[in-house]
Protein backbone atom coordinates (compact mmCIF):
# COMPACT_ATOMS: atom_id res chain seq x y z
CA UNK A 1 0.00 0.00 0.00
CA UNK A 2 1.40 3.44 -0.84
CA UNK A 3 0.16 6.11 0.82
CA UNK A 4 1.87 9.62 -1.30
CA UNK A 5 -0.10 12.55 -0.84
CA UNK A 6 -3.15 11.59 1.44
CA UNK A 7 -4.41 13.54 4.11
CA UNK A 8 -4.03 11.82 7.42
CA UNK A 9 -7.62 11.82 7.55
CA UNK A 10 -7.55 9.72 4.90
CA UNK A 11 -4.98 7.39 6.49
CA UNK A 12 -7.02 7.29 8.99
CA UNK A 13 -10.13 6.41 7.54
CA UNK A 14 -7.92 3.72 5.57
CA UNK A 15 -6.59 2.11 8.44
CA UNK A 16 -10.06 2.14 10.38
CA UNK A 17 -11.27 -0.18 7.67
CA UNK A 18 -8.66 -3.27 8.26
CA UNK A 19 -9.74 -6.58 8.53
CA UNK A 20 -6.23 -8.07 8.20
CA UNK A 21 -3.04 -6.83 10.45
CA UNK A 22 0.26 -8.58 10.12
CA UNK A 23 2.76 -7.55 12.88
CA UNK A 24 4.58 -10.83 13.37
CA UNK A 25 8.41 -10.77 14.15
CA UNK A 26 8.61 -6.90 15.40
CA UNK A 27 10.37 -7.65 18.78
CA UNK A 28 6.90 -5.81 19.85
CA UNK A 29 7.13 -5.56 23.55
CA UNK A 30 3.56 -3.78 23.58
CA UNK A 31 0.68 -2.94 21.98
CA UNK A 32 0.22 0.29 20.58
CA UNK A 33 -3.70 1.48 22.02
CA UNK A 34 -4.97 3.06 18.82
CA UNK A 35 -4.61 -0.80 17.64
CA UNK A 36 -7.52 -0.93 19.56
CA UNK A 37 -9.74 1.15 17.72
CA UNK A 38 -9.39 -0.84 14.66
CA UNK A 39 -12.72 -1.95 14.85
CA UNK A 40 -13.11 -3.92 11.85
CA UNK A 41 -10.27 -6.17 11.99
CA UNK A 42 -10.66 -9.80 11.45
CA UNK A 43 -7.25 -10.93 11.13
CA UNK A 44 -4.66 -10.06 13.86
CA UNK A 45 -1.43 -11.32 13.48
CA UNK A 46 1.54 -11.12 16.08
CA UNK A 47 3.20 -14.00 16.66
CA UNK A 48 7.26 -13.77 16.72
CA UNK A 49 7.52 -10.58 19.04
CA UNK A 50 7.92 -9.91 22.74
CA UNK A 51 4.61 -9.44 24.49
CA UNK A 52 4.40 -10.26 27.77
CA UNK A 53 0.70 -9.04 28.34
CA UNK A 54 -2.18 -8.88 26.21
CA UNK A 55 -4.04 -5.90 27.45
CA UNK A 56 -7.59 -5.61 28.33
CA UNK A 57 -8.87 -3.36 25.81
CA UNK A 58 -7.95 -6.43 23.07
CA UNK A 59 -12.19 -7.13 24.06
CA UNK A 60 -12.58 -4.10 21.64
CA UNK A 61 -12.20 -6.05 18.57
CA UNK A 62 -14.80 -8.14 18.63
CA UNK A 63 -15.42 -9.48 15.48
CA UNK A 64 -11.83 -10.90 15.58
CA UNK A 65 -11.88 -14.19 14.24
CA UNK A 66 -7.80 -15.33 14.36
CA UNK A 67 -5.39 -13.76 16.55
CA UNK A 68 -2.06 -15.67 16.56
CA UNK A 69 -0.10 -14.80 19.25
CA UNK A 70 2.37 -17.53 19.45
CA UNK A 71 5.90 -17.41 20.26
CA UNK A 72 5.80 -14.72 22.73
CA UNK A 73 6.22 -14.03 26.58
CA UNK A 74 3.00 -14.42 27.67
CA UNK A 75 1.91 -15.53 31.06
CA UNK A 76 -1.69 -15.51 31.07
CA UNK A 77 -4.89 -14.14 28.69
CA UNK A 78 -6.94 -11.15 29.78
CA UNK A 79 -10.94 -12.52 30.37
CA UNK A 80 -11.85 -9.72 27.99
CA UNK A 81 -10.71 -11.80 25.10
CA UNK A 82 -12.80 -14.67 25.74
CA UNK A 83 -16.08 -12.20 26.96
CA UNK A 84 -15.79 -9.98 23.73
CA UNK A 85 -14.38 -11.43 21.11
CA UNK A 86 -16.84 -14.10 20.52
CA UNK A 87 -16.13 -14.30 16.80
CA UNK A 88 -12.58 -15.71 17.30
CA UNK A 89 -12.61 -19.20 15.19
CA UNK A 90 -8.70 -19.61 15.25
CA UNK A 91 -6.36 -18.88 18.31
CA UNK A 92 -3.26 -20.06 18.46
CA UNK A 93 -1.11 -19.10 21.82
CA UNK A 94 1.66 -21.64 21.05
CA UNK A 95 5.39 -21.49 22.76
CA UNK A 96 4.46 -19.06 25.42
CA UNK A 97 4.78 -19.09 29.10
CA UNK A 98 0.89 -19.92 30.10
CA UNK A 99 0.48 -21.50 33.27
CA UNK A 100 -3.22 -21.96 33.14
CA UNK A 101 -5.90 -20.80 30.93
CA UNK A 102 -8.58 -18.50 32.36
CA UNK A 103 -12.34 -19.71 32.80
CA UNK A 104 -14.55 -18.22 29.82
CA UNK A 105 -13.53 -20.62 27.07
CA UNK A 106 -17.24 -21.62 27.37
CA UNK A 107 -18.06 -18.48 25.36
CA UNK A 108 -16.08 -19.53 22.12
CA UNK A 109 -18.52 -21.23 20.64
CA UNK A 110 -16.96 -20.84 17.04
CA UNK A 111 -13.65 -21.43 17.96
CA UNK A 112 -12.29 -24.37 15.60
CA UNK A 113 -8.59 -24.47 16.13
CA UNK A 114 -6.88 -23.69 19.40
CA UNK A 115 -2.84 -24.31 19.73
CA UNK A 116 -1.69 -24.31 23.56
CA UNK A 117 1.25 -26.92 22.50
CA UNK A 118 4.69 -25.18 23.91
CA UNK A 119 3.09 -23.73 27.27
CA UNK A 120 3.68 -24.79 30.79
CA UNK A 121 -0.09 -25.84 31.28
CA UNK A 122 -0.85 -28.21 33.65
CA UNK A 123 -4.76 -28.66 32.84
CA UNK A 124 -7.08 -27.45 30.36
CA UNK A 125 -10.65 -26.00 31.48
CA UNK A 126 -13.45 -28.16 31.46
CA UNK A 127 -15.05 -25.33 28.77
CA UNK A 128 -13.11 -26.37 26.03
CA UNK A 129 -15.90 -29.13 25.68
CA UNK A 130 -17.99 -26.36 24.89
CA UNK A 131 -16.22 -25.50 21.78
CA UNK A 132 -18.18 -27.48 19.91
CA UNK A 133 -15.64 -26.80 16.58
CA UNK A 134 -12.76 -28.29 18.65
CA UNK A 135 -13.98 -31.54 18.28
CA UNK A 136 -12.28 -33.95 15.48
CA UNK A 137 -8.60 -32.43 15.69
CA UNK A 138 -9.42 -28.44 16.39
CA UNK A 139 -7.59 -28.45 19.65
CA UNK A 140 -3.58 -29.09 19.54
CA UNK A 141 -2.01 -29.40 22.82
CA UNK A 142 1.29 -31.72 23.80
CA UNK A 143 0.39 -35.36 24.16
CA UNK A 144 1.72 -35.82 27.57
CA UNK A 145 -0.77 -32.73 28.76
CA UNK A 146 -3.61 -35.25 27.28
CA UNK A 147 -2.58 -38.40 29.66
CA UNK A 148 -2.79 -35.57 33.02
CA UNK A 149 -6.27 -34.55 31.77
CA UNK A 150 -8.97 -35.30 34.30
CA UNK A 151 -11.70 -37.64 33.49
CA UNK A 152 -13.96 -34.79 33.59
CA UNK A 153 -12.26 -32.85 30.96
CA UNK A 154 -11.55 -35.87 28.90
CA UNK A 155 -15.07 -36.82 28.78
CA UNK A 156 -15.97 -33.61 28.16
CA UNK A 157 -13.70 -33.04 25.11
CA UNK A 158 -15.10 -36.37 23.78
CA UNK A 159 -18.15 -36.19 24.40
CA UNK A 160 -19.77 -33.09 22.96
CA UNK A 161 -23.35 -33.69 24.82
CA UNK A 162 -22.33 -33.62 28.21
CA UNK A 163 -21.38 -29.71 27.98
CA UNK A 164 -24.34 -28.92 30.28
CA UNK A 165 -24.63 -25.03 28.75
CA UNK A 166 -24.61 -25.26 25.51
CA UNK A 167 -25.65 -27.40 22.54
CA UNK A 168 -24.05 -28.04 19.46
CA UNK A 169 -24.50 -25.63 16.43
CA UNK A 170 -27.39 -27.47 13.62
Keep these: MHLYHCTVYAIWTLLR ?12 QNLPSALFMLHK ?7 GNL ?14 SELDLSANRLERLPKELFESCTELR ?13 AGF ?6 S ?10 EL ?6 CFGLHGGGLLVGNWLLH ?10 QHPSSCPSSEPPS
Design 125 to 130: PVELGC
Design 17 to 28: SLELLDLAHNQL
Design 113 to 122: RLDVRGNSLE
Design 41 to 47: LRHLLLA
Design 51 to 64: LEELPAEIGALALL
Design 148 to 157: TLSRQVRDVL
Design 106 to 111: GGLTQL
Design 90 to 102: NLNVANNSLGSLP
